[in-house]
């Protein structure tokens, strides 16, 4: 059972930047696909960005493409996001989440991740 914990949101102006960080234990981790997804108040949930188990393959929705970067470091077992370029409407609860195998091949879909962190809040100022 892989737990995930999220960190690293907070408050920050438009045009600024955060880091977010998942810390995964409980598991293989290196062998688990890892997302992030992001749920403004109202709003459903929907897919940020996605990294495959081994790192080499990254996937953006087109919203946050060029702005946000997806990494992971499968020695420390946690996944990042860094977010430049910060908008309002970046405005979310941010959540990691991550799918082992077999894999789906559909890592844009929400479905197709098993583990969910609890989230970390994200707000930007105009």
């Known amino acids: 059972q892989l737990q995930l914990v999220e960190s690293g949101g907070g408050l920050v102006q438009a045009g600024g930047s955060l880091r977010l960080s998942c810390a995964a234990s409980?598991?293989?981790?290196?062998?688990?696909?890892m997302g992030w997804f992001r749920q403004a108040p109202g709003k459903e949930r929907e897919f940020v960005a996605a990294i495959t188990y081994s790192g080499w393959i990254t996937y953006y929705a087109d919203s946050v493409k060029g702005r946000f970067t997806i990494s992971r470091d499968n020695a420390k077992n946690a996944v990042y996001l860094q977010m430049n370029s910060l908008k309002p409407e970046d405005t979310a609860v941010y959540y990691c989440?991550?799918?082992?195998?077999?894999?789906?091949?559909?890592?844009?879909?929400?479905?197709?991740?098993?583990?969910w962190g609890q989230g970390t809040q994200v707000t930007v100022s105009s």
């Open positions: 409980g598991g293989t981790f290196s062998s688990y696909a």
């Open positions: 989440a991550a799918e082992g195998p077999p894999y789906s091949g559909s890592l844009y879909v929400s479905r197709s991740y098993e583990y």
